[in-house]
């Protein structure tokens, strides 16, 4: 039974690994380019293992963001994972020793297959949970340190590979604008941004474009709010 | 070997913030009780408005008032979201954007 939960969570994973070896490498590379040896990939890729929170962390590193302004930046790009774990509470419950760590390893990838997934009666979940969060976990983590080695070895100049958090975000938004018939939230999002930006500044407009956001989305529950409404896509 | 001491607090800072959004679901609502309505309705339509928020927050140091006014954000920008409406691959559409948006700033501007 463990051995079937295995070979089903690896088969499963196997476009992760793809994904996260890439994305891992580009993340490395960028460390690197800022300064920051492989010993930064592996501390971050484990204790993090987010990818736009640890992308978007290089920025706030390398400028010397405040302790203050790092987490709250970090807080508002990673709040999406509440919702995941709000609707994983069922398949994730009873799974014991393990939960603490699949809680943990709750990536946007990770979820998008948990929260999916449909197991065959031969398969153990719990068993099935560890063994992709821990496969994917070390996906990551090889990805990362492997782009921070190459990073030191990189023939050209790496000026411009920043852009690179830029349009992971870019990517998310087109796959859940295509995926999705309701656009009401993401063009709230863009606007009330760009409308922020323009009347507090680049250092003061998130706190209240967040918080009108917040608002927006309450206001027009009523027309947004459908029984039916289909889950967040996952980058 | 020099340790930055602040860039080291801030990944356990960034660890732990990470780590807090992720369990607050499980603490919040743990097992056997009802998530409120407005959570899960949140739930389905903050995401996407977040995610418009980040790619506006990535464009927030490009100055369109002087040189070179954006475009290579705008270029890469408007490649990334053709590719990725073309092929839907994320891998070709990221590595593609950030090709575009080096060789802009690296070659032409």
């Known amino acids: 039974m463990t051995k079937k939960s295995f070979k089903r969570a690896f088969r499963d994973s196997l476009p992760i690994m793809a994904g996260y070896l890439a994305l891992g490498i580009g993340y490395g590379v960028l460390l690197q ?5 492989f010993w930064w990939a592996i501390l971050m890729s484990v204790t993090m293992f987010a990818g736009s929170g640890q992308y978007a962390g290089v920025d706030f590193m390398a400028s010397g963001a405040s302790l203050l302004t790092t987490g709250f ?3 508002i790009i990673n709040c999406r994972h509440f919702f995941y774990g709000v609707s994983l509470l069922e398949k994730y419950r009873g799974t014991g020793a393990a939960k603490p760590y699949l809680i943990f390893g709750l990536t946007d990838e990770t979820y998008s297959i948990t929260a999916t997934t449909v197991l065959e009666d031969d398969i153990n979940p719990k068993r099935y949970y560890l063994f992709l969060t821990a496969l994917n976990h070390s996906y990551w983590i090889t990805g990362c340190v492997l782009g921070a080695v190459l990073g030191m070895f990189l023939p050209f100049s790496s000026e411009g590979i920043d852009f690179a958090m830029t349009a992971l975000f870019i990517v998310i938004m087109v796959e859940q604008w295509l995926s999705s018939k309701e656009h009401l939230p993401a063009i709230l999002g863009v606007a009330t941004t760009v409308v922020c930006l323009l009347v507090f500044g680049a250092e003061y407009f998130i706190v209240p474009a967040l918080f009108l956001i917040a ?4 206001l027009f529950r009523k ?13 | 070997m020099q340790i930055d001491v602040h860039a080291l607090l801030q990944v356990l800072v960034m660890a732990a913030v990470i780590a807090f959004t992720r369990f607050l679901p499980f603490l919040a609502f743990p097992e056997g009780r009802k998530t ?12 996407y408005a977040i995610i418009g928020m980040l790619v506006v927050y ?5 100055s369109v008032v002087s040189y070179p006014w954006g475009l290579p954000e705008l270029i890469a920008g408007a490649f990334v979201v053709g590719m990725h409406v073309w092929l839907r691959n994320t891998l070709i559409s990221v590595f593609g954007g950030v090709a575009v948006y080096m060789i802009l700033v690296q070659l032409v501007f």
């Not at chain 1, 380019?33 to 040896?37: E, H």
């Not at chain 2, 990535?58 to 490009?62: S, W």
């Open chain 2, 36 to 47: 409120p309505r407005v959570i899960t309705y949140l739930g389905g339509v903050l995401p």
């Open chain 1, 73 to 75: 930046m970090t807080l």
């Open chain 1, 33 to 37: 380019s800022k300064g920051y040896s």
């Open chain 1, 215 to 218: 608002a927006e989305l309450m």
């Open chain 2, 58 to 62: 990535c464009f927030k140091g490009v």
């Open chain 1, 223 to 235: 027309k947004l709010d459908k029984p039916e409404s289909e889950a967040p896509h996952a980058d």
